[in-house]
């Protein structure tokens, strides 16, 4: 069973950017489908962005496309988030999750989740 650590949150600019980190222990990470998901207060939880356990695929949530990025080292055992042309609405707290041996970047089933880390926006 992976452990995940997020890294990188923080406040910027509307405008702004950020890299959010996620740290995985374990030896078997290339096996999991990785994925970004966020919560807004009095918000339900929401999938970000996903990546194949190969890095080869990518998907995401259409509110984020074009700004954010996601990719993956599984020589480090890490995936991050380039956020770039940040709006307020993308405050929340992200949330890395895994979801092992799956074929396909599903935006829900994921089973080991970091602790989270927020992301505050201003206008």
């Known amino acids: 069973q992976l452990q995940l650590v997020e890294s990188g949150g923080g406040l910027v600019q509307a405008g702004g950017s950020l890299r959010l980190s996620c740290a995985a222990s374990?030896?078997?990470?290339?096996?999991?489908?990785m994925g970004w998901f966020r919560q807004a207060p009095g918000k339900e939880r929401e999938f970000v962005a996903g990546?194949?356990?190969?890095?080869?695929?990518?998907r995401y949530a259409d509110s984020v496309k074009g700004r954010f990025t996601i990719s993956r080292d599984n020589a480090k055992n890490t995936v991050t988030l380039q956020m770039n042309s940040l709006k307020p609405e993308d405050t929340a707290v992200y949330y890395c999750?895994?979801?092992?041996?799956?074929?396909?970047?599903?935006?829900?089933?994921?089973?080991?989740w970091g602790q989270g880390t927020q992301v505050t926006v201003s206008s």
């Open positions: 999750a895994a979801r092992y041996r799956v074929s396909t970047i599903t935006t829900n089933g994921y089973n080991v």
């Open positions: 374990g030896r078997t990470f290339s096996s999991y489908v």
């Open positions: 990546i194949s356990s190969s890095g080869a695929g990518t």
